[in-house]
């Protein structure tokens, strides 16, 4: 990846893969490269115009559009963020329209979502004209191109690279109804309903906090098993308006803590990295400022990529790892959730699965395959507080004793799973504490059922 130029990265791709088969660089609040708002520490989420942007490698654009009844023409069309109004449309367009002029190999994806301020609207009124003249303005710009709806049947995440090569495409949140006057009715070709043509699960943290974030987006990519949606990793921070006060950390402040972190830690190669345990990648790292990263989140695009094309090839080696863990005494089975501590689930979720890494003379580590956590005895506080759990999972195998899991045979595939650290077992217990008879909890030994496990798969 080192010697592949950002701005046709997409060239290097076979031109067979689908969208689901791909990963790319997205900007958050793309067009927040300047603003008139003397609230720029949380106005602004990009240093970079368009242009650049898509010069560095982003190709999926969060765009706000936002309505200024008070201006003339193409000048009533900005984007936004929030209270914040950024530059006028037509200069984003514009710097699209002119990297795609000589960068034909590429594919570019415009989601418009959070429109402000646009007239309200009713069937058959003359108000729908602004946003009629709002995606006028798209086509003027754009139109060269667009992708011709007669040219799919379906899902776009499923077309060949080769046919949407040095295309734009548009995909909007509006409604039925809206789309059918402004877009059907209008007779103008190449724009797309996000939730119908090109579904993105999109769903960030809202944390302020680096492991709130990482962690509430494992588990959402933990469980993603929608084969004609595209995932979008939200590695982005949200302040609050606390963050307005002096000293307090801006939106750029996040951006360069976090950023770099991408390609640092182990849970990111080891899980998010990775196809899912029901085969699906991450398609879209969305994020603010990141030039402050150099290449790292495009060399992330092509990790991701690479891992997903052995996968295919040669299958998930995890899978022959994955066992689950049922109780001698419940029959229900050991399983990670975040909402919840640690139930016990009878069910057939990745969070009831477990990757079971060998380490010597019988001892494993137990990575989560619904949260890529790795399942630890040792009680961190700072992080338990984090993600409200009652027994510690840990993002990182860091190798302690805390984390590493004596298996004891007990035969016919049950086991004693004693934690090499405090010596103690996990088991599932009807009497302790009166919240509930399905969390585990650690216990010395002892011959209970309670404390026997029996494996399946593995």
């Given amino acids: 990846m080192a010697t592949t130029d950002p701005a046709n990265w997409m060239s290097t791709l076979d031109r067979t893969l689908t969208l ?27 240093n970079k115009n368009l242009n650049e942007q898509l010069h560095s490698g982003i190709r999926y654009f969060d765009l706000r559009p936002q309505y200024w009844s008070d201006n ?43 429109h402000k301020d646009f007239p309200e609207k009713k069937s058959g009124d003359k108000k729908y004209k602004d946003y009629l003249d709002y995606l006028k303005l798209i086509d003027k710009h754009l139109k060269p191109y667009l992708l011709p709806t007669n040219k799919f049947s379906g899902s776009i995440t499923k077309m060949p690279l080769s046919a949407l090569s040095g295309k734009v495409i548009p995909l909007f949140d ?61 590695w982005t921070l949200t302040p609050t308006t606390a963050n307005i006060m002096p000293g307090q950390p801006s939106v750029y402040d996040y951006a360069k803590d976090i950023n770099p972190k991408l390609t640092d830690f182990g849970h990111a190669r080891d899980f998010l990295f990775k196809p899912n345990y029901y085969g699906h990648m991450i398609n879209v790292i969305n994020g603010d400022y990141w030039s402050l990263s150099g290449d790292k989140v495009l060399t992330a695009c092509f990790e991701i990529m690479d891992n ?28 990670m959730n975040f909402d919840l501590g640690f139930p016990v689930e ?39 507080l984090r993600i409200n759990m009652q027994v510690c999972g840990e993002l ?19 086991f004693h799973v004693v934690n090499a650290g405090i010596k103690k077992h996990p088991l599932i217990s009807s009497d302790r504490l009166d919240v509930s008879n399905d969390r585990a909890y650690m216990q010395d030994p002892n011959d209970g059922d309670y404390q026997k496990w029996e494996m399946i798969g593995g």
């Fill in 396 to 414: 990182e195998y860091t190798g302690d004793d805390n984390q590493k899991w004596h298996l004891e045979d007990l035969g016919s595939k049950t």
């Fill in 72 to 114: 003339k023409s193409e000048d009533r069309f900005y984007v936004h963020h929030g209270a914040a109004t950024g530059p006028l449309l037509k200069e984003i367009l514009s710097d699209i329209s002119d990297f795609m002029k000589d960068h034909k190999s590429e594919t570019v994806l415009l989601s418009f979502s959070h």
């Fill in 20 to 46: 689901k088969d791909v990963c790319m660089p997205g900007s958050h609040d793309a067009g927040m490269y300047k603003t008139d708002n003397w609230i720029t520490s949380l106005a602004l989420t990009q």
């Fill in 346 to 384: 009878d069910n057939d979720t990745a969070y009831a699965k477990w990757y079971k890494w060998h380490l010597s003379e019988n001892r494993y580590r137990l990575q989560n395959a619904g949260t890529g956590l790795y399942l630890s005895a040792m009680f961190n506080l700072t992080l338990a």
């Fill in 308 to 335: 997903n094309k052995n996968v295919k090839a040669h299958g998930d080696s995890r899978k022959g790892l994955a066992v689950m863990l049922a109780s001698r005494a419940t029959k229900k089975h050991l399983a």
């Fill in 174 to 234: 509006f409604s039925d109804d809206e789309f059918t006057i402004n877009v059907t009715n209008a007779k103008l070709d190449g724009y797309y309903l996000q939730r119908n043509s090109l579904k993105i699960h999109d769903d960030y943290a809202d944390s302020k906090n680096y492991y709130g974030m990482i962690i509430d987006q494992m588990k959402k990519y933990g469980r993603f098993n929608t084969s004609d949606e595209l995932f979008l990793l939200n």
